[in-house]
């Protein structure tokens, strides 16, 4: 049997689930905030053209108007200043887009201290148990995060400023420059850690990742659904020219 006979067999019987991993887009969706002197992505907002009514009779549509780096996104190498001459949203190669994933679980972790970072010894443990990373494939670390689901408890400032987890720029640097990972996926509403700002360098899983070609996937939801190892992600984003990213609908190929 073909191998794709084989898969929509199992899609069919149950036996390979798709995982929706993607949050819901709309007005209410929780999005990054920057420092108020800066430029700030802009709030998922629909706007209605008709409704079977005078204006279309027949029919039902709306425009929208979002940030590309709204809700569950994809970041392009050229989002960050040290991948501004690599790929746009619309040169990734289409084969980014269907990749294996592993899933590490630090939910305790980040349930004790909401600023935990992951480093190399995290991700040392998780290989020693697991096998090695894929080739090209994502690592997802699953937070618990996406529980939170307002603006506050998801940027959740405190004294200190945000305050989300992450990954240490050491272990970002790993990831980038010797994993043969393609990139991240995380919880939170950006690759990096909400205290990232204050790092050496700032915002290290984008300096580090997006510099070395490879990518990122913010605001995943259902982790929990997905094995340590053996699921395909199917991350989808628009093919907007010279982007910087997109939203995307994120989902997950798991064998049951
Ligand atoms: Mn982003």
Redesign the pocket.
């Known amino acids: 049997m073909s191998v794709l006979t084989a898969l929509t067999q199992a899609l069919t019987s149950g036996s390979v689930e798709v995982v929706d991993l993607t949050a819901p887009l709309s007005s209410e969706t929780p999005l990054?905030e920057l420092p108020p002197e800066l430029g700030q992505t802009q709030r998922f907002e629909l706007e209605e053209i008709s409704r079977y009514d005078d204006r279309g009779p027949a029919w039902y549509w709306n425009n929208f108007r979002t940030g590309?780096?709204t809700g569950t996104?994809?970041?392009a190498p050229n989002?960050w200043v040290t991948g501004k001459d690599l790929a746009d949203i619309d040169s990734v190669p289409v084969s980014a887009f269907v990749a294996p994933a592993v899933v590490l679980d630090v939910t305790q972790e980040v349930a004790k201290d909401p600023g935990f970072l992951i480093e190399r010894q995290h991700l040392d443990a998780f290989q020693a148990e697991h096998g090695a990373f894929p080739e090209g494939g994502w690592l997802l670390c699953r937070t618990g995060w996406s529980a939170r689901v307002t603006q506050e408890d998801m940027v959740n400032n405190t004294e200190t400023g945000p305050t989300s987890p992450g990954m240490s720029a050491e272990c970002a640097r790993w990831v980038a420059e010797e994993s043969p990972l393609q990139g991240i996926g995380v919880e939170t509403?950006?690759?990096d850690a909400g205290a990232a700002h204050s790092f050496d360098p700032a915002f290290p899983c984008?300096s580090f990742l997006l510099g070395a070609g490879k990518y990122?996937l913010?605001q995943l939801q259902n982790l929990d659904r997905l094995p340590a190892t053996g699921a395909v992600v199917v991350a989808s984003p628009l093919r907007i020219v010279g982007g910087?990213?997109s939203p995307a609908r994120v989902l997950a190929l798991v064998e049951r």
């Open positions: 990054l590309e780096h996104h994809f970041d989002h509403v950006g690759t984008h990122g913010a910087s990213g």
